[in-house]
């Protein structure tokens, strides 16, 4: 799917002239002539595909979005700190001042929302007169439920119950949709995921590299049913996908090499990626200013995040490239690593490293601590590997290097932690030690305790990656974690004030906000 142009489908504004003709724009199309060919309605997926992409987008259109999903789910946590040069909605992230106003939690809504609609859009022309095949009709119905689930659940992480939105609106009386409880989120989660894997292929061709699989829906049927705590549910899934799957750990006994591996822009849609979010490039004028959805230029299918661009680090600060240098690792979280931990090396530059940064050709300095307020800057998704032309749009800010959304590490450490649940603790350790092998560590020590173990294991393998702040979340240790700072409200984050509004108070509000 990487090269693949995700467009979007614009409905047809009709015209009602004093004659009663309908005048038709020339350079749109029209919805009763669109979703009838396969083209059409992979142009229809890929843009409800393209709302995913949007969580990482920034924007000085719509709501000044700055990269708004790393925010609230990475930078908020403790494995990252927001810099003095950082904007204001991360400094306060990062202090868990959490408001309904704040442009992340409308952004993302926003985007969730859409996504949905999208997929709700494809499985409603399903049922209308079309050129598709039986076998055809069961695909998009597969991958629109997938992705209808995966929203879903994005949005049950993020708010708890928020409204669950199965049809598209079809008057003024049914544009508000209330709170849904949470087991109603989880049934119809978890019933479109099965949908999914029943319907999906087991694999695409290359052309369509990136689209989900029925192993993709299985895979996160696990995953929902670990939040949703049916811990058999989710060890059947989960002992289904491991035996029978294509995912693996890329692990050769080289640990600095199969870490790389993991994350390198030579080596996107791996063994070890189980959903992986697609983006464009190379040699594009595109940049993460020009997004789909939140930027009025043209469309193009090359488009990225704007990771080396705020991660990277500062410019100000003297480090070459001219970046912002926004967010940088904890002392806290480097020090969690333990002696020999390779992810310690491949994850974070420190002193003693040499620092590679793309300014239109590679520069390789030695790495200043004084770069960073903390003396560390994320190495993960950067290094010599990926500080490549062809990961970088030409004004050096975008990148294209693809989100790993969900590894397989992770799943393995999902598994572990349902194993625990029921008491199968040798099985989760195995599960652990396949983690802590690949990082070139020793197996756990048979005195650890295995579910400090395992919440220590997995903070280190995903640190930078979207999954921190919801395992804090889920497994209650807020007050251990942030001391006094916590608040219980905090175990959801507030919906968005705009929608509240936009309500009239038939969404309701999560308490504390």
Known sequence: MKKLIYAMVVSLVVINSCNNLDLVPLDKIAASNFYKTVTEYDAAMFAAYSSIQDFWGHSSETLSER?????????????VKAEPGSDNISKDADILNIRASDIPFA??????????????????????????????????????????AFFHFEAVKFWGTPPLVLVTPKDLNTLVVPNAAKDQLYAQILSDLNDAADKLPATWDDANTGRATSWTAKAYTGKVNVWKEDWDAAIA???????????????????AQDLEDAFAFDNENSPESIFEVQFGGPNSDDNIWVFDDVHTENFKASQGTGRSWDWDAAGGNGAPGGKNGWWVPTPDLVSAFEPGDERLNSFIYKAGDMYYVWTGAVTIVPYDAAWSSTGYNVKKYAGQRNNVAADFAPNNQGNFNNERLYRFPELKLLYAEALIEKGRTAEARQQINDIRDRAGLADLPGADDVTTALYKEKRLELCFEPHRWFDIVRWGIGPQVFGTAWNDKYSVFPIPQSEIDRSAGVITQNNGY
């Open 67 to 79: 990269g708004e999903y790393w925010k609230v789910t990475t930078v908020i946590t403790d494995d």
């Open 107 to 148: 952004a993302i809504y926003t985007q969730i929302y859409e996504g949905i609609y999208r997929c709700n859009i494809v499985l409603e022309n399903l049922a209308l007169p079309n050129e598709l095949t039986a076998e055809q009709k069961n695909v998009f119905e597969g991958e629109a439920k997938f992705l209808r």
């Open 237 to 255: 899934a989960f002992e289904d996908v491991i035996s029978n799957g294509p995912y693996a750990l890329i692990d050769t006994d080289n640990p």
